[in-house]
C-alpha cells in the first residue's frame, strides 16, 4: 500500500517540530527502528526524516512540510502536485528512503519514485539550509535501471563528511582520497584521485569543485592541485 508522500501542507501530530526562520516549518516522524551508522544521524545528531525535512521545506512556500509516518504496510510515493527540485533529487530520495527504513517500512525504487518529475536532479540544487547538512552517503546515483536505495552501500559510502552550505567562514566541504562523490569523479575526471576534493554550492546556485589540497585559506582560490 503506498501512502502521498506527506509533505502536503497541513498541521499533524508528529514527534519531532521544527520551526526554522527562513524556510516551511517541519513537521516529520521521529525513528522507530536504528539504523547502522551513519544512516541513523548526520553530523549535526539529525535523522534522515529530520534532514529530509529540512531539505523538502526549501521549496515549499507557506504552511508546514509534513513527512507522514508509515509502517511496514506503507511506503512513500511523490504526487505530481508535490513532484519540485527538491523532492526530486536523488538525494532527497536517499534521505527519505532512509527515514522509511528507520521506521520499519520499504521504500519505492527510484523510477518509480521519480515518475511524476518532470525533471530530475543530480545532487541537491538549492541552497542548503544551515540549520542542516547533507551526508555523504546521500548522493547515491541512481541511472541504472531498477536502481533503488542501497543501505549496504550507504553504510561503505560513510557519513563523516558532510555537505554544508556556502558561508562566508566555511567554503570548502573535504573529501578523503579515493572517496569523492560520483558527481565530483563526473565533474573533474582524472583529478578524482587527487589528495583531497572539495564542493561548493552557493545561492544563486551554482557548483564547481576541484581536487586538490586544501589550504588554510578560506577561498575557492586556495585550492590548488595536488602533486
Given at each position: 500500500?503506498?501512502?502521498?508522500?506527506?509533505?502536503?501542507?497541513?498541521?499533524?501530530?508528529?514527534?519531532?517540530?521544527s520551526?526554522?526562520?527562513?524556510i516551511?516549518?517541519?513537521?516529520?516522524?521521529?525513528?522507530?527502528?536504528?539504523?547502522?551508522?551513519?544512516l541513523?544521524?548526520?553530523?549535526?545528531?539529525?535523522?534522515?526524516?529530520?534532514?529530509?525535512?529540512?531539505?523538502?521545506?526549501?521549496?515549499?512556500?507557506?504552511?508546514?512540510?509534513?513527512?507522514?509516518?508509515?509502517?511496514a504496510?506503507?511506503?512513500?510515493?511523490?504526487?505530481?502536485?508535490?513532484?519540485?527540485?527538491?523532492?526530486?533529487?536523488?538525494?532527497?530520495?536517499?534521505?527519505?528512503?532512509?527515514?522509511?527504513?528507520?521506521?520499519?517500512a520499504?521504500?519505492?525504487?527510484?523510477?518509480?519514485?521519480?515518475?511524476?518529475?518532470?525533471?530530475?536532479?543530480?545532487?541537491?540544487?538549492?541552497?542548503?539550509?544551515?540549520?542542516?547538512?547533507?551526508?555523504?552517503?546521500?548522493?547515491?546515483?541512481?541511472?541504472?535501471p531498477?536502481?533503488?536505495f542501497?543501505?549496504?552501500?550507504?553504510?561503505?559510502?560513510?557519513?563523516?563528511?558532510?555537505?554544508?552550505?556556502?558561508?562566508?567562514?566555511?567554503?570548502?566541504?573535504?573529501?578523503?582520497?579515493?572517496?569523492?562523490?560520483?558527481?565530483?569523479?563526473?565533474?573533474?575526471?582524472?583529478?578524482?584521485?587527487?589528495?583531497?576534493?572539495?564542493?561548493?554550492?552557493?545561492?544563486?546556485?551554482?557548483?564547481?569543485?576541484?581536487?586538490g589540497?586544501?589550504s588554510?585559506?578560506?577561498?575557492?582560490?586556495?585550492?590548488?592541485?595536488?602533486?
Amino acid at each position: 500500500m503506498s501512502l502521498p508522500l506527506g509533505f502536503i501542507l497541513a498541521l499533524a501530530t508528529s514527534l519531532f517540530w521544527s520551526p526554522v526562520q527562513g524556510i516551511a516549518p517541519i513537521n516529520v516522524p521521529a525513528c522507530t527502528f536504528q539504523l547502522p551508522s551513519p544512516l541513523n544521524a548526520n553530523s549535526l545528531g539529525q535523522s534522515p526524516c529530520q534532514v529530509a525535512g529540512y531539505l523538502g521545506a526549501v521549496c515549499t512556500s507557506a504552511g508546514v512540510f509534513t513527512i507522514s509516518p508509515v509502517d511496514a504496510a506503507l511506503e512513500y510515493f511523490l504526487p505530481a502536485t508535490n513532484a519540485d527540485s527538491c523532492t526530486c533529487s536523488n538525494v532527497y530520495y536517499s534521505l527519505l528512503s532512509a527515514c522509511a527504513a528507520c521506521q520499519g517500512a520499504v521504500h519505492r525504487i527510484w523510477s518509480a519514485y521519480s515518475s511524476n518529475c518532470s525533471t530530475v536532479y543530480t545532487g541537491y540544487p538549492n541552497p542548503v539550509p544551515p540549520e542542516t547538512a547533507i551526508p555523504h552517503w546521500a548522493f547515491q546515483s541512481y541511472v541504472e535501471p531498477g536502481a533503488t536505495f542501497n543501505i549496504d552501500l550507504a553504510v561503505a559510502q560513510g557519513g563523516e563528511f558532510y555537505f554544508h552550505p556556502c558561508t562566508s567562514d566555511n567554503m570548502h566541504f573535504r573529501y578523503p582520497r579515493n572517496h569523492c562523490p560520483w558527481f565530483i569523479k563526473e565533474k573533474i575526471g582524472g583529478w578524482a584521485d587527487s589528495r583531497w576534493c572539495s564542493w561548493r554550492s552557493c545561492f544563486p546556485f551554482s557548483f564547481g569543485c576541484r581536487c586538490g589540497i586544501l589550504s588554510s585559506s578560506r577561498t575557492t582560490e586556495s585550492i590548488s592541485p595536488a602533486e
